[in-house]
Every structure is written in structure tokens, then in C-alpha cells.
């Protein structure tokens, strides 16, 4: 498996740094948070973009994913979060990424099944356009869908191979869903993983890979025991907790916790 990490770790920070960080570390790719706060986001121009990819591409780094912020399932307008998605699969089509993260999103005035028959009618419309620029959409295990069962409620009415699942593992596990019931789920459309710890369910912080109380472990062996061959992700979400400790400095404890998981599920 490839390990990558997400700048929601590193917030603004610039990118000539991230890559550094990468290569220093051994990570073979980065999530890219797609925020006008940050320094990659739909608004850059052409010849903006072209200079990410070049960048990542001396760094020898790879660009996991554009990981946006449409929600797909949300009350409203379909057009301005189609237009919204179009922007993120333009961007990662741009600077070579092979997905885009969403999120569901659905509003608490909706039923599940009005908010499922909303997200699969806008993921199934993006994903065709998907199919022209070779980019997979992949919703996210998160908020109003948190578990695999209830992300593959919507990716069942898509059918698309351009619309995929995110494993969000904190959230498959605060959802109340074993590894291996997450992985059943979401295998036949898994684009990659996101790990990460934390102190408990009511202490979301993020900790340092083992240091908390998510099921990495088993995460890893049920898709060893599979042959899933794909990509680790550690999001740790400094951007929402200040007090949490600074990434860099555990990006190296981290690589080796993930790389001695693998190694024992061999």
C-alpha cells in the first residue's frame, strides 16, 4: 500500500514545504485540502496549476486527491453543487490526481431516502462528466453518512465506475460499524483509506498514529487479508483543533506505525 497525508494537517502551509515534508518522510503522495485558504484550490488559473504539477512532479510525490467540500446530499440547487463538483474534477484532471473527495451532507429536514435519491440523482450526473477527464469522485464516509452501509445506499442507485466510496475510519467507527463490516460494504467501490487516531468518541482531537482508540489494526489487516492494494491517507485535522500537536513533527512516528502495521499484517 502507498501512504499519503493530508495538508488539512499543515494549514496554509506552502507548497514547496508539504513536499518537502513528503519526501522527507517517505510519503508517496499527498491529499490535497481544496480551499481558497489554502495554496490549492479551484480558483487558481492555468498556468498556476501547471506549476503545482510540476512541482510535484520534481518532487517525485504523487497527488492523491482534490479533497473538496461539495455536499452532495445538502437541500438546494442542484446546478451550484454540480458546478461546484466540475470545478474539483477540472482541478484534479489539471494537476493529474486521480480523485476528488466530497461529502453527503444532508440536512436534518430530510428524510434518508429523499437525502439518498438527492446525492446518487447529482453524484451519477458529475461522474459522467468524471468519465471525460479520467478522475473518479469519491464520497467521503462522513456527517449525515457516516458508516459504509449508508454511503453504499447512494453508490447502489449511482452504479457509476466514476463514483466511489472514501473510508473515513474514524467516522465508520463512531457510526458503530466493525472494519470488516466497513470493508464489505465499500470494497467493490474503494478509492482509498483515511486513517487517523483519537483520544475517544467524545474527544475527537488528533493524536498520533496508535495513540488513540480507532481500530487501525484491524483496518489494516481486513485489507491486507483482502489483497487491497491501495492508498493509506492520515488526515489529522489540525485546522480544527489548535491545540493539537503541531504534524511535522509526527510525520516520521507515523510513517513507521503505518509501515509496522502493514509489515504485520503480511
Known amino acids: 500500500m502507498k501512504l499519503a497525508f493530508s495538508t488539512l494537517g499543515v494549514p496554509g502551509l506552502p507548497l514547496s514545504d508539504v513536499l518537502g515534508l513528503a519526501t522527507a518522510h517517505g510519503y508517496h503522495g499527498v491529499e490535497l485540502r481544496a480551499h481558497p485558504e489554502e495554496p490549492v484550490h479551484p480558483g487558481l488559473g492555468p498556468d ?3 506549476a503545482v504539477a510540476a512541482q510535484f512532479k520534481a518532487a517525485g510525490v504523487e497527488v492523491l486527491a482534490v479533497a473538496g467540500y461539495a455536499r452532495i446530499a445538502a437541500p ?15 482541478l484534479a484532471r489539471d494537476l493529474g490526481a486521480p480523485y476528488i473527495r466530497v461529502f453527503p451532507g444532508a440536512g436534518t429536514e430530510q428524510s434518508a431516502e429523499e437525502a439518498d435519491a438527492v446525492a446518487a440523482r447529482r453524484l451519477g450526473t458529475a461522474a459522467e ?3 471525460g477527464l479520467g478522475v473518479r469522485i469519491l464520497l467521503e464516509t462522513h456527517d449525515s453518512h457516516r458508516t459504509g452501509a449508508d454511503a453504499m445506499r447512494v453508490l447502489g442507485l449511482v452504479g457509476h465506475r466514476q463514483a466511489g466510496a472514501l473510508w473515513d475510519v474514524m467516522h465508520t467507527w463512531l457510526g458503530g460499524e466493525q472494519p470488516s463490516e466497513s470493508y464489505a460494504a465499500l470494497s467493490p467501490h474503494l478509492g482509498y483509506v483515511q486513517v487517523k487516531d483519537i483520544a475517544s468518541a467524545e474527544d475527537t482531537t488528533p493524536l498520533a498514529l496508535g495513540a488513540g482508540v480507532l481500530p487501525l489494526t484491524e483496518v489494516v489487516d481486513v485489507l491486507s487479508r483482502h489483497g487491497w492494494d491501495g492508498w493509506l491517507c492520515w488526515e489529522y485535522e489540525k485546522r480544527w483543533y489548535e491545540s493539537a500537536a503541531p504534524l511535522p513533527e509526527l510525520l516520521g512516528q507515523g510513517r513507521e506505525h503505518l509501515a509496522r502495521l502493514l509489515t504485520d499484517a503480511a
Not at 438546494?76 to 477540472?90: K, Q, T
Open 48 to 50: 498556476e496549476r501547471a
Open 76 to 90: 438546494g440547487d442542484d446546478e451550484a453543487v454540480l458546478a461546484e463538483m466540475r470545478g474539483l474534477l477540472d
Open 129 to 131: 462528466y468524471a468519465a
